[in-house]
């Protein structure tokens, strides 16, 4: 690379890219201040034409892999999200002699461990701190400032969409059911038209996927994770567990325990008192246990134009520094091989609710049943019986999911249980 100048060629021209050429242009004297010499944009590449005014003036292709392979070009930066394309693109600019700057947690998540090892094999980088909740240095913080720590466990809010639609959900006295709220996160912009990525879950899963690697050092497994989105949360849990002191949030949850890790994305009550229960509307936030630096909390807008771009500038200055590390924190040879836990064998404590016949002796039946499975009640709320069918919470202490499981099937099958029991997992930071 011409130490004069960082030359970069922008594949995409969405919110982001919009978001990455204004900042370069807003700030480019400080950019060179900090770095020694201007970042300057040779190419965008898009195979729509760029809409937005910022993108003026600079050399445009509709032919993405003319930026990848333009040999003006020092670094490319991926935008264009998806999977299939992207990984041959950021391949093709790899072995063009690039380094990548990405944003899409899908192709790292994904695809990352060949990417890695290709990035490895040319002697480029591959960088990818804005795939994760946006503007928060997340990626740095487990490989560099806590690289001297062993992680115990990293748990987060790593998706706006879903936590607009629960905080939407949450507040007190909230009548907004998740349809309501989802169509409200739309209308702000803060919900794809298509939000199946984020209300299911995939987006917090790829996330946690990468998370859980750089955490760890083991291989990326996004197949291992358990996935459960909000789409099924009804308003009146959400109340239940307010009067029991509880949040609902969906959370990136990955652990170590002593038979394995634990990677699962699903709703969860969480103290009310917990900070991440604090974090609200469309922000991020992850919390990281570790032996020495014990809880540290990171917090900022997961997605946008300037947070997004801020994160991918990150990743441009260390490279054009020359910033080197192992890009998931662990030497290549050195990659764990640490089992993932199946959601079965994960310990966590519960939240149920059940619908039972209003008729002596049914409290204390369900309650036998939790007994002869060693599971403990926390706390037991019984709401005035309606038409005959009474509406019994009980939250427990720690048991592993799949006695927990075998347990509901139980209390299924009694005739005393009316409808299915809903069960939502409750994180705890003490265990
Ligand atoms: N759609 C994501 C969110 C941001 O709602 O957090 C990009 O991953």
Redesign the pocket.
């Known amino acids: 690379m011409d130490k004069s100048v960082m030359n970069i060629g922008i594949c995409g021209a969405g919110t982001v890219a919009g978001g990455l050429v204004g900042l370069l242009k807003k700030n480019q004297q400080l950019i060179a201040a900090r770095i020694g010499h201007p970042i300057e944009i040779v190419q965008i590449g898009s195979r729509n034409v760029p809409k937005q005014p910022v993108f003026d003036g600079i050399a445009f292709t509709d032919n993405i892999f003319e930026v990848a392979e333009n040999p003006k070009v020092d670094v490319l930066v991926e935008l264009i999200g998806g999977t299939d394309d992207a990984l041959a693109l950021v391949g093709t600019a790899l072995r063009a002699g690039k380094s990548v700057v990405t944003a899409n ?1 899908a192709l790292i998540a994904e695809h990352g461990q060949e990417l890695f090892q290709l990035s490895d094999q040319v002697g480029q980088q591959l960088a990818f701190e804005a795939s994760v909740a ?1 503007s928060i240095p997340i990626i740095k913080v487990l490989r560099e400032s806590l690289a001297g720590n062993e992680i115990e466990a990293v748990v987060g809010i ?6 607009f639609i629960l905080s939407q959900m949450s507040k007190p006295g909230s009548s907004v059911s998740f349809g309501q709220a989802l169509a409200e996160a739309q209308r702000l912009g ?3 038209a298509d939000p199946t ?2 209300v299911e879950g995939l ?1 917090a899963a790829h ?1 946690l996927t990468i998370l859980s690697a750089i955490a760890f050092g083991t291989r990326l497994r996004f197949d291992a994770i358990y996935t459960q989105g909000i789409q099924e949360i009804q308003l009146e849990d959400i109340r239940f567990a307010a009067e029991l002191g509880y949040r609902l949030r969906h959370l990136g949850v990955t652990r170590i325990q002593e038979a394995g890790i634990e990677l699962r994305v699903h709703p969860t009550l969480l103290d009310e008192k917990e900070m991440l229960a604090q974090v609200d509307d ?1 922000m ?1 936030a992850v919390m990281v246990m570790s032996d020495a630096a014990s809880q540290t909390l990171y917090y900022g807008p ?2 946008g134009a300037g947070p ?1 771009a801020s994160s991918v500038l990150s990743d441009l200055i260390d490279i054009s520094r020359g910033a080197t590390m192992p890009v998931m924190g662990f030497l290549p040879g050195e990659t764990r091989a640490i089992p993932a836990l199946p959601i079965g064998q994960c310990q966590t404590s519960f939240y149920l609710r059940l619908r039972v016949a209003d008729r002596p002796g049914v409290l204390s039946r369900i309650t036998r049943i939790l007994g002869d499975y060693e599971i403990s009640i926390e706390a037991l709320l019984q709401k005035d019986p309606e038409q005959g069918i009474a509406t019994i919470v009980i939250t427990t202490d720690t048991v592993v999911e799949e006695r927990m499981d075998a347990t509901i099937d139980k209390l299924e099958s009694s005739t005393d249980v009316l409808e299915a029991v809903i069960k939502i997992r409750i994180f705890s930071f003490g265990g």
Do not use: P
């Open positions: 947690k946006g790593i998706n706006g969409t879903t936590n803060y919900a794809e990525f984020d987006d996330k469309v991020n997961g997605a997004t």
